[in-house]
């Protein structure tokens, strides 16, 4: 990545709280609260805060600690794609 | 029951230019939810041709005012969305929105206090929501607002913050101007950064909840410099803005 490029994505850089609607979705939960905790550095986040790159063709949420892609989620026409394996796991409460 | 998840169709009533850049809109919402402060809603357009694009806004109103939304918006240069609230949408158009969205950034009034709020440019819009329900409840708890902005004119709800200070002697307004300080200046004049953080945070401690939310610069110097005071990591929220710039 050279700089220009680095620069320009820490630029539109967001976070989690940006796609909480569409996670919100996928989930049927509110998950800003939800704790994702990194497959790379084992640092737990809440989804609000991870960093989110959201101008792409899809989104792609990063530990904020170690900049590992937790999560990628893709909507076409017929289905959304969720890749989560930069997760070990989501820890969320059970819903009352 | 009813899902924030719906689009639903809200009718402008009402808009309030802020700054050069930033325009207030309200609208009425046919269904209505309580918010919690530091929420959002997300805003979608569809072209004619049915390509769709869509943003999230903070909400700017308290959750006491029933019935209608205040979104507090930058109008961003080749932006898909800001151009054409700004320079498009008129009173009486709709937009299609869904909301209130959001549990990561958010604080009323029974979580307490003392609150520290840390702005840059727009970033302030969230923390108005939650200045304007503190005040709408009538509390008491201690409350400050660290706001970065370019210049004067770039302050949005300067008005509001400067009479709120005036007229509650337990909150404090501490603006920052990072290129032209008006005339006289007195105070901060330079990005926020750890030695004016711990001026404003002094008399909270580490009891302080902060807030902060602006651009991805400001809200890691924040956030890095808070964790090296050793507030604990839970009384931290944080919210990234765009490419938007103090």
Redesign the interface.
Known sequence: MDNDEGDMN?????????V??QL??IFGR?M??TVARCAGCARDA????L?AFIRGPGVVLRCPACQNAIARIVETPTAIYLEARGAAYLRMAPQP | MQSVLEWQAGTLTAVRPETKQTKSFTFALPKWMVHKAGQHYDVRLTAPDGYQTERSYSIASPPERVGELELTVERITDGEVSPYLHDVLVPGDQLEVRGPIGGYFVWDVALGGPLLLVGGGSGVVPLMAMLRHRAAQHATLPARLLYSSRSVEDVIYRDELDGLARSDGAFEVFYTFTRQPPTGWTGYRRRIDAAMLGEVIKPFDKRARVYVCGPTLLVEAVANALVQMQLPIEHIRTERFGPTGT
Not at chain 1, 46 to 49: F, H, K, S
């Open positions: 820490t630029a539109l850089m967001v976070d989690g709280n940006a909480a609607g919100e979705q509110d800003t609260m809440p989804m609000g805060a960093m």
